[in-house]
């Protein structure tokens, strides 16, 4: 019994880290100049969706790396992104039990107003770097489309967890 759970959480973790993996290439991937006001903030979205479906597994300590990584990729200051992952995190699980017993759209307004506060965050820290922000439509753009990609992403890594319980019996909650 002890062996399976172990596995178990051995296979949680791997499948975590794997869309972890997959949500840096696909942030990586250049956009073009006309589109690139509409590039979704992918790890964040992903945060987001782990959070509230594998709240033991994905925390404060994943939100930290995750920031540093993103980062480190994005050439912005160390530590801009891991300082708003955190705060996001807080909120979102915080909120957890209520998303529990809420709809799926009430999720999506919630999960709205956690990514205004988080592109709220970023913007505040590039001040502090004497970076200046305009909140014209391209600031609201990458709001827009992480939300509907947050609500697909969510119903896939629901049908994922699904399939995995399904197949394999590994559980995540």
């Not at 997959?22 to 006309?34: C, K, N, Y």
């Not at 009430?106 to 988080?118: D, G, K, R």
């Not at 909140?135 to 992403?153: K, R």
Request: one cysteine or more.
């Amino acid at each position: 019994m002890q062996r399976r759970e172990e596995v178990n959480n051995l296979i949680r973790l791997l499948v975590i880290y794997l869309t972890f993996f997959l949500a840096f290439v696909v942030t990586t991937i250049p956009w073009s100049s006309e589109y690139a006001s509409f590039r979704p903030h992918w790890i964040l979205t992903l945060l987001l969706v782990w959070t509230i479906r594998d709240s033991a597994k994905v925390g404060y300590i994943t939100a930290l790396v995750v920031g540093v990584l993103l980062d480190s990729i994005s050439g912005t200051p160390l530590g801009e992104h891991a300082i708003a992952f955190i705060i996001v995190t807080f909120i979102n699980t915080r909120l957890v039990k209520l998303y529990n017993s809420i709809g799926f759209a009430f999720q999506t307004i919630c999960t709205t107003v956690i990514i205004v506060i988080y592109s709220l965050i970023i913007a505040l820290l590039e001040l502090f770097s004497y970076n200046l922000i305009q909140f014209n439509l391209s600031f609201f753009l990458p709001i827009l489309t992480s939300v509907i990609i947050w609500a697909w992403v969510f119903t896939a890594i629901g049908m994922l967890q699904y399939w995995l319980v399904k197949r394999f019996r590994i559980n995540f909650r």
